[in-house]
């Protein structure tokens, strides 16, 4: 018991290194306001910020999805997922996972340098981010109304089209945004090393600037569900 207290610091302390919540909801509303005004050049700036992909190739259109989508995949990666393995493995599991997505953001690209390390990158953090993503798709459904939402079509686009999604993972939690926030996600997308043609991610439409902003605040509902989620998970596991 003399112990717990310096425990339950180090777990906090190695939690707040790992997520990435706060950063990744502001640089989303920067974003969102750059787009607002028109300034694409600083938006194109900006976007290496949020994900991978090569800004020179997208307009304001294709900087708007390319910002909801990251929105959406990174609640689970920088939020959800690290909380939740520091619920359930402490210091250790939550420095692990941390140190797996680093690795699969750095290397796990399927470019011809990376041919074989990226594919064994990907596929550990593919592993490390299963259980995450299907929690924060579940939290999505459940806190849509909070951002005049649909559960249903959370539901709907999860469950229709997170498969045709080439990441196991990112498929699920972006078809539920997209669903949630009636907006259609996919579509040519360009990284530095290759052009991937993506699946349709649901029915509604082309996602607006307003989008990426209701995407923000669903984002930041999504991680204070998870932190709630994970002090419980904490609490049930009190020796």
């Known amino acids: 018991r003399q112990g717990r207290p310096w425990s339950i610091a180090a777990t906090a302390a190695a939690t707040w290194i790992s997520v990435g919540g706060t950063s990744l909801a502001r640089t989303g509303l920067a974003m969102s306001e750059l787009l607002e005004r028109g300034d694409i050049e600083a938006a194109r700036r900006l976007l290496p910020s949020l994900c991978g992909r090569d800004p020179a190739w997208l307009d304001g259109a294709g900087l708007t999805r390319a910002s909801l989508e990251s ?3 990174n609640t689970s990666d ?28 750095m290397i796990g690209y399927r470019s011809a340098r990376y041919a074989r390390f990226g594919w064994a990158a990907a596929r550990l953090d593919d592993a490390a981010n299963y259980v995450g993503a299907r929690a924060t798709a579940v939290l999505v459904v459940m806190f849509a109304p909070l951002v005049s939402g649909s559960p249903s079509g959370a539901v709907r686009a999860w469950r229709r089209d997170a498969a045709r999604h080439p990441s196991p993972n990112a498929g699920v939690v972006e078809a539920a945004f997209a669903g949630a926030l009636g907006v259609r996600l996919g579509g040519p997308t ?18 607006t600037v307003a989008d990426l ?27």
């Open 78 to 105: 920088a939020q959800v997922a690290p909380l939740l393995c520091a619920a359930v493995a402490g210091v250790p599991g939550v420095l692990a996972y941390r140190g797996i997505n680093t690795l699969d953001s």
């Open 190 to 207: 360009q990284y530095r090393h290759e052009l991937q043609i993506r699946p349709t991610l649901g029915d509604g439409h082309e996602p």
């Open 71 to 73: 929105v959406a995949e």
């Open 213 to 239: 902003r209701r995407a923000v605040a669903l984002s930041r509902t999504v991680q204070a569900g998870a932190a709630l989620l994970a002090g419980l998970l904490c609490y049930l596991r009190r020796p």
